[in-house]
C-alpha cells in the first residue's frame, strides 16, 4: 500500500521550530557578549537574591532559612511558659528540645532554670539540674551569665559547681568568663578561691581587672585570695596605688589591723605617697592595733588631716582613756575649719563617757548645746553615762532637755532607756513603751526582744501575748534575734499551740545556722516534725548542717517522743560525729528518751554503731548503764561497765552507785561487795547513798549480819546513819522478830548523831509493831510521834487505823480519828478503810464509838460533797 507524504505540511512544521531554535540560540549569544563586556549590572535586590540561591542551592531551604526565627522564638516562649509554671522537668525538656533543634540556648534561661531548681530546694539541686542537660548546651557565654548568677546571691558553692561544669564539659574558657568566675569568688568568699584561680590559667587577668577584683574580697573577708592577686600583680605587673587602697580594705574588713598598718612601710619603700583616704584608712588601722606612735606620725604625714583623720585620733585618746587629750584635738580641729561636723563632737563625748567621766561629759554637752552643735545622737551618748551611774531622774531631765530644743528622742533613745528600765521589772519598760507609742515612734523587732528577753526566766502567757499584741498593732517583723528569743520563750512555756503560732510569723527569708537549730528545735517542741525535717533537709542538702543543727534536730526528734527519728538523725551525720564534741549529750537525751519510752534496746542499737566514733564521758556511760539497769538488764550493764573501762574512761561515785544498787536489788550481794571493794581501791569514798543501797539489799535478802557488817563500815567511812538508814534497820530487824532492837536503834542512832525521827521511820516502826502483834507498842510509837512534834501524813493514819482494825480495837481508832479530824482536809484518806473501822467499832460492841467516829467523818462527806458540785 502506498503511502503518501505531504511534504508541504512537514516543512512548514520544521519551519517554525527551527526559527525558535534560531531566537533562542541568538538571545544567548548576545546575553553572554553584554555581561562579558560589563555592559549589564544587576541590582542590589537581585545580587543579594542570586547571591542567596548560589548558598542554599534550592528554594526550600531559603524558606527554611526564613523561619528559623519564629522557630527559635517558640523554643523560648516554651521554656519561658516553664519557668512561670514551676515545672522543673519542662523547663529541662524545653531547653534539651532547643538544644537538639541545634539553636544557642542563652545563659538567662539557665540561669532561670538555676534559679527555679534552688527555690525548689537548694543551690546544689540547681546545679544538678544543670548536669541532666546535654553537655552541649553550655558555651563560653553561658557561663558568664551562670557566673554572675551566682555571684549576686552570694554561694559560694554554686560558682564552684559552675566552674566545674564548664570544666567537664570541655570548654574553652572566654576572658570574659574568667573574669565573671573569678569575680565570683571574691563576691562569695570561697575557701578555694586562690586554687579556683590557679585552675583558670593560662588566663592572664589584666592589671585594671585585678584593682577591680581585690575591693570585693572585702565584703567577704576573702584575705587569702586578696593577697595572692596583689602578689600576682606585683609579679606581672606594678603595684598602684588603687591595689594598695584595695587590699588596706580587705585588711581593715577583716579586722587585721597589724597587716594594714604594714602596707604603709611597703608602700614607701615602693616611693608611693599615700592619698587622702588611704592615710585615714591607715590611721583607723593604727588606732584599732593599738599603735599609737604610728597613728600620731601618719596623720603628722598627712599634710590637711580632714574629720575622719582628727576622729581616729580621738578613739585612740578613748582607747587610752585620756578624755583631756582627746578634747584637745577637738580644740584643733575646730581651729583647722570653720564648718565643724556634730559628728566629731560626738566622738569626743564617747570618750567621755566611755572614761565614765561625768564632769568632762556634762561640760561638752553644754559646749555643744550653746554652739548648736547636738543632735538625737549627741544626747542618746550621754544617756549610756546617766543609765551607767543609775541616774534616773537624770534621765528624764535629759529628754525634757532634747525636746525643748527641738530634738525628739528616737528610737535609739526610748529603745536605751527600755532596756534600762527592764532590769528593774517588766512593768517599768511597759511605761516607757506606752509613752513612745504616744509620741508615735514605732517600736522595732530590737524594743520587742528586750521585752522578751526581759520575761524570758519568768515567761508567762499573758506577757507573751502583750508583746505579740505590740508588735501587731505596729507591724514589726521578727528578725533572727527576736524570733530565737519569742521561741524560746514559748518553748520554756511548753504550749505547742503558741509556739505553732510564732512559727508562723518566720520571715522567708533563709535564716542563719544558728537561726534554723532554734526554728528546728522549736517544731520539735510544737510537735511539727515534719517541718523540723524540711528545714533539716535544706540545711543538709547546702552543707550547712552543723553540730548546733544536729543537736536541736536530735532535740526536735525527742521532744515528738520519735525514737527512731532521732536514730536517723545519727545515722545520717555518722561521718560528722567524731567532730561534734556536744554528739556524746546528744545521744545521752536519747538514752533517756528511751528509758522513758522503754525503748531501751534502740538505744543500745545506737551505742553499738557509734561508740567507735564518738568520744563518751561518764556521764554519757552512767546515763546508759543506769537505763538498762532499770530496764532489768543486769548483764548488759556490765558489760557497758567493762567497755567503759577498755575506753580508758574513768569510772565514777555514780557508775559504782548504779551498778552495786542493782546487784543489791537482784540480790546478788557478793557481786555488789565486790564492786565496793574496786571502787575502793581505785581511792573512790563510798557516799550516803551507796551504803544505804548496800544496806537495803542485804536487809531484803534477810542477811543481819552482813548489814550489820556494813552498818559499822558506814559509821568508821564517817558517814553518819540517817532516817533512810533507820528505815531500813528497822524493817529488817521487824522480818528477824526483833522488835526491841528495832525500837532501840530508833533511839539510839538520833541522840548519837543529833537528828530527829521523821514520819517515814515512826511509819516503819508502827508497821513492825503492828506485823510482830504489838498494837498497844505501835500506839505507843504514834503517841510519841505526836508528842514530839512530828506531824503525821496520810500514810502513818492508814498504818495505825489498819493496825486498830486488825486487831479489832475500836477505842484506839477513835482517839486516832479524833486526832485527824482538824486534818481531814488535808488528808485524803482511803473511804473504805475509814468505813471498815466504823463497822468494826459496831461489831465489837461499841456504837457510841461508832457513832463518835461517824461525826469525825461527818464534815468529810460533807466537804467532798460540795468539791463534786462545784
Same mark, same amino acid.
Given at each position: ?111 532561670? @532554670? ?170 583607723? #588601722? ?11 606620725? @601618719? ?15 580621738? $578613739?585612740? #585618746? ?36 566611755? #572614761? ?12 555643744m548645746e550653746k554652739g548648736g552643735h547636738v543632735d538625737v545622737v549627741s544626747y542618746n551618748t550621754y544617756m549610756k553615762l546617766l543609765h551607767a551611774s543609775g541616774a534616773a531622774p ?170 527512731? #527519728? ?86 565514777? @561515785? ?80 521487824? $522480818? ?97 478503810? @475509814? ?36
Amino acid at each position: 500500500m502506498a503511502v503518501h507524504i505531504d511534504m508541504a505540511s512537514v516543512w512548514q512544521e520544521l519551519r517554525g521550530e527551527l526559527a525558535l531554535i534560531l531566537l533562542f540560540s541568538m538571545g544567548f549569544l548576545l546575553f553572554r557578549l553584554l555581561t562579558q563586556h560589563n555592559w549589564f549590572q544587576p541590582g542590589l535586590k537581585e545580587q543579594k537574591f542570586l547571591k542567596f540561591l548560589k548558598e542554599e542551592g534550592q528554594p526550600k531551604r531559603a524558606a527554611k532559612r526564613r523561619g528559623s526565627e519564629s522557630s527559635k522564638y517558640s523554643y523560648l516562649q516554651r521554656i519561658r511558659k516553664a519557668i512561670e509554671k514551676q515545672s522543673l522537668k519542662d523547663a529541662l525538656s524545653s531547653i534539651a528540645s532547643m538544644h537538639y533543634a541545634e539553636y544557642a540556648v542563652p545563659g538567662s534561661c539557665l540561669a532561670s @532554670l538555676l534559679q527555679l531548681a534552688s527555690s525548689k530546694s537548694s543551690a546544689l539541686a540547681g546545679v544538678e539540674a544543670l548536669r541532666q542537660l546535654p553537655r552541649g548546651v553550655f558555651s563560653a557565654e553561658n557561663v558568664v551569665t551562670l557566673a554572675q548568677y551566682a555571684a549576686n546571691v552570694g554561694h559560694a558553692s554554686l560558682v564552684r559547681q559552675v566552674h566545674a561544669i564548664a570544666t567537664e564539659a570541655g570548654l574553652e574558657l572566654s576572658n570574659a568568663a574568667c573574669e565573671a568566675l573569678l569575680r565570683g569568688y571574691a563576691v562569695t568568699g570561697d575557701s578555694n578561691a586562690v586554687q579556683a584561680f590557679k585552675e583558670l590559667r593560662p588566663w592572664q587577668p589584666s592589671e585594671s581587672f585585678l584593682a577591680s577584683v581585690v575591693p570585693l574580697c572585702a565584703e567577704s573577708r576573702s584575705v587569702c585570695l586578696a593577697e595572692h592577686l596583689v602578689e600576682y600583680s606585683r609579679q606581672h605587673y606594678s603595684l598602684s596605688l588603687p591595689v594598695y587602697a584595695a587590699l588596706i580594705k580587705v585588711y581593715t574588713h577583716s579586722k587585721m589591723w597589724d597587716k594594714a598598718c604594714s602596707l604603709h612601710e611597703t608602700m614607701a619603700k615602693e616611693g608611693l605617697s599615700p592619698d587622702a583616704a588611704i592615710y585615714g584608712a591607715l590611721i583607723k #588601722a593604727a588606732v584599732e592595733s593599738g599603735r599609737s606612735d604610728l597613728a600620731k606620725q @601618719l596623720f603628722q604625714d598627712s599634710s590637711n588631716p580632714d574629720v575622719l583623720n582628727y576622729m581616729s585620733m580621738i $578613739r585612740s #585618746a578613748g582607747r587610752e582613756s585620756d578624755v583631756a587629750k582627746a578634747l584637745h584635738l577637738l580644740g584643733e580641729y575646730e581651729k583647722s575649719t570653720q564648718t565643724v561636723e556634730p559628728s566629731a563632737y560626738n566622738c569626743a563625748l564617747e570618750v567621755c563617757v566611755a #572614761a565614765g567621766d561625768k564632769v568632762a561629759a556634762k561640760s561638752l554637752l553644754s559646749r555643744m548645746e550653746k554652739g548648736g552643735h547636738v543632735d538625737v545622737v549627741s544626747y542618746n551618748t550621754y544617756m549610756k553615762l546617766l543609765h551607767a551611774s543609775g541616774a534616773a531622774p537624770e534621765v528624764r531631765e535629759l529628754v525634757f532637755a532634747m525636746r525643748s530644743r527641738g530634738i525628739e528622742p528616737s528610737i535609739v533613745t526610748y529603745n536605751s532607756m527600755i532596756k534600762e528600765a527592764a532590769r528593774n521589772g517588766i512593768k517599768e519598760a511597759w511605761k516607757f513603751v506606752e509613752d513612745m507609742e504616744h509620741s508615735g515612734v514605732k517600736p522595732d523587732a530590737f524594743t520587742c526582744s528586750i521585752l522578751m528577753a526581759a520575761i524570758k526566766h519568768a515567761p508567762s502567757s499573758e506577757a507573751v501575748d502583750k508583746i505579740m499584741h505590740l508588735m501587731e498593732r505596729n507591724s514589726v517583723l521578727p528578725d533572727e534575734v527576736l524570733l530565737n528569743c519569742m521561741l524560746d520563750v514559748c518553748v520554756r512555756l511548753g504550749e505547742p499551740a503558741r509556739l505553732r503560732k510564732v512559727l508562723q510569723c518566720r520571715a522567708s527569708t533563709v535564716p542563719s545556722p544558728h537561726s534554723c537549730a532554734t526554728l528546728i528545735r522549736a517544731y520539735g517542741h510544737a510537735q511539727q516534725l515534719d517541718q523540723a525535717w524540711v528545714m533539716w533537709r535544706k540545711l543538709s542538702t547546702d552543707s550547712r548542717a552543723n553540730e548546733e543543727s544536729f543537736v536541736a534536730m536530735v532535740q526536735a526528734c525527742l521532744a515528738s517522743q520519735d525514737l527512731p #527519728a532521732a536514730v536517723k538523725v545519727f545515722g545520717e551525720m555518722h561521718d560528722q560525729l567524731s567532730k561534734f564534741p556536744r554528739s556524746s549529750i546528744a545521744f545521752s537525751l536519747t538514752v533517756k528518751t528511751a528509758l522513758h519510752l522503754k525503748q531501751v534496746d534502740l538505744a543500745m542499737t545506737l551505742y553499738g554503731k557509734i561508740r567507735e566514733i564518738i568520744s563518751m564521758g561518764p556521764v554519757t556511760y552512767n546515763s546508759l548503764i543506769d537505763a538498762v539497769i532499770r530496764d532489768g538488764q543486769l548483764d548488759t550493764g556490765m558489760g557497758l561497765y567493762k567497755d567503759m573501762v577498755q575506753q580508758d574512761v574513768a569510772p565514777d @561515785l555514780i557508775t559504782y552507785s548504779i551498778l552495786i544498787k542493782g546487784h543489791a536489788s537482784s540480790g546478788n550481794m557478793e557481786a555488789a561487795l565486790s564492786l565496793l571493794r574496786q571502787m575502793q581501791s581505785r581511792g573512790i569514798a563510798p557516799d550516803a547513798i551507796l551504803f544505804n543501797s548496800i544496806l537495803n539489799g542485804s536487809a531484803q535478802n534477810g542477811q543481819r549480819a552482813l548489814t550489820e557488817k556494813v552498818l559499822e563500815d558506814m559509821k568508821r567511812a564517817g558517814i553518819p546513819p540517817s532516817n533512810f538508814t533507820l528505815s531500813i534497820l528497822v524493817k529488817l530487824y521487824g $522480818r528477824c522478830g526483833d522488835l526491841d532492837t528495832a525500837l532501840k536503834v530508833t533511839e539510839m542512832y538520833p541522840a548519837q548523831y543529833g537528828f530527829h525521827l521523821n514520819a517515814q521511820v515512826y511509819t516503819c516502826l508502827m508497821s513492825t509493831f503492828i506485823s510482830g502483834g504489838s498494837l498497844a507498842r505501835a500506839f505507843q510509837v504514834y503517841r510519841k510521834m505526836v508528842s514530839a512534834g512530828c506531824a503525821p501524813d496520810a500514810k502513818v493514819y492508814e498504818t495505825i487505823l489498819s493496825g486498830c482494825l486488825r486487831y479489832g480495837e475500836p477505842e484506839c481508832a477513835a482517839q486516832v480519828l479524833k486526832d485527824l479530824r482538824p486534818e481531814l482536809k488535808k488528808h485524803r484518806l482511803k473511804q473504805d478503810l @475509814l468505813e471498815s473501822v466504823v463497822g468494826m467499832a459496831r461489831r465489837r460492841g461499841r456504837p457510841d464509838l461508832a457513832t463518835e467516829m461517824s461525826e469525825c467523818l461527818k464534815g468529810r462527806a460533807e466537804r467532798e460533797l460540795r468539791e463534786s458540785k462545784r
